[in-house]
């Protein structure tokens, strides 16, 4: 009975060709999401890891919480980042978002400076 239903169903096909054809735009899709999307993604991750292992002290880094700063200690899993003339912040390798060019950073202008409100006249 088993037999009847499968040889039916092969007969709708019309060709017993016809499961890769139909298979054919799943793979296509698939390919096309690799190479937009999954290779793309691996790239950079690749450059992300490169870039954290090659960290120095006296690197200028900004983090992926936007703190911008400068690497004055390396440990194995974290980094002591001096991000004012006195203030120094313990994070993790992999918060690291970017290197900046040297120079960027400048404590020298370390007091805040306020600033006027607009409703303030003198």
Do not use: C
Request: hydrophobic residues 45%; proline residues 3%; glycine residues 8%.
């Amino acid at each position: 009975m088993t037999d009847f239903f499968i040889s039916s169903a092969w007969a709708q096909t019309g060709e017993s060709g016809g499961s890769l054809i139909g298979i054919l735009p799943m793979i296509l899709i698939f390919v096309v999401f690799y190479f937009l999307l999954i290779r793309p993604q691996q790239k950079r991750a690749k450059q992300h890891r490169e870039m954290i292992s090659s960290l120095e002290v006296g690197d200028e880094i900004v983090t992926n919480g936007g703190a911008l700063g400068v690497v004055r200690v390396i440990d194995d899993d974290f980094l002591t980042v001096q991000v004012a003339s006195e203030v120094e912040l313990k994070i993790q390798r992999n918060a690291i978002a970017q290197m900046m060019p040297m120079g960027t950073v400048d404590f020298t202008h370390s007091t805040p400076v306020k600033k006027k409100k607009a409703s303030q006249t003198d």
